[in-house]
């Protein structure tokens, strides 16, 4: 017979999830992930095959504690101006938490010459759902044509990424001011 965990899943893989933000993948061994998830390697393996499989499941739980923000953005009806909120509670999010930058811009920056097609699915399936958002909210402002709003859709992308990546080193003030100044080029 099967021996019950002894440990709720969902707890384990926050715990995880928040030591692969602060030291990403590469650096975060099974070691360190076994004192802070608190269970041991074999209970690891078990649950979720290899220190890549509590990976994925920690970039799934960061999105889906984000869901809030994107959720917010989806339902809005103002257009521009609610892309700019986006960009503000984005980081506001993680000041909060006191963590720099956001797990899925940090990995897709670690992953970028990676030869992991199961991670790099999932950051590009972001960037389109975000970028797709963001087509959206441009299209309310029936004065744009399609081109425009094209481009400053990857405008506002890899500002969004910059400013993801800006937030662990950058101050608030340098991060607002970013902000503002992109959102004045649009």
Do not use: P
């Not at 400013?163 to 608030?172: D, I, M």
């Amino acid at each position: 017979m099967a021996r019950k965990k002894q440990y709720n899943e969902e707890d384990v893989i926050e715990k995880a999830m928040y030591l692969f933000w602060r030291n990403g993948y590469e650096n975060t061994s099974v070691r360190m992930l076994e004192k802070e998830m608190g269970i041991n390697q074999f209970s690891i393996y078990a649950s979720f095959g290899s220190k890549h499989g509590v990976f994925v499941e920690s970039l799934k739980e960061y999105r889906k504690r984000n869901a809030s923000i994107f959720n917010k953005l989806r339902a809005s009806k103002n257009g521009l101006a609610d892309i700019k909120q986006f960009f503000y509670d984005s980081i506001q999010k993680t000041n909060d938490l006191d963590y720099k930058g956001c797990l899925v811009t940090n990995t897709y920056n670690e992953f970028v010459d990676s030869e992991d097609e199961e991670i790099k699915n999932q950051m590009i399936d972001f960037m389109v759902a975000l970028k797709q958002i963001f087509i959206e909210k441009l299209k309310m402002d029936t004065t744009k044509d399609e081109e425009t709003v094209l481009k400053q859709a990857n405008y506002l992308l890899l500002a969004k990424h910059g400013l993801a990546a800006a937030a662990r080193v950058n101050n608030e003030q340098e991060m607002n001011d970013y902000i503002e100044m992109t959102f004045n080029n649009i």
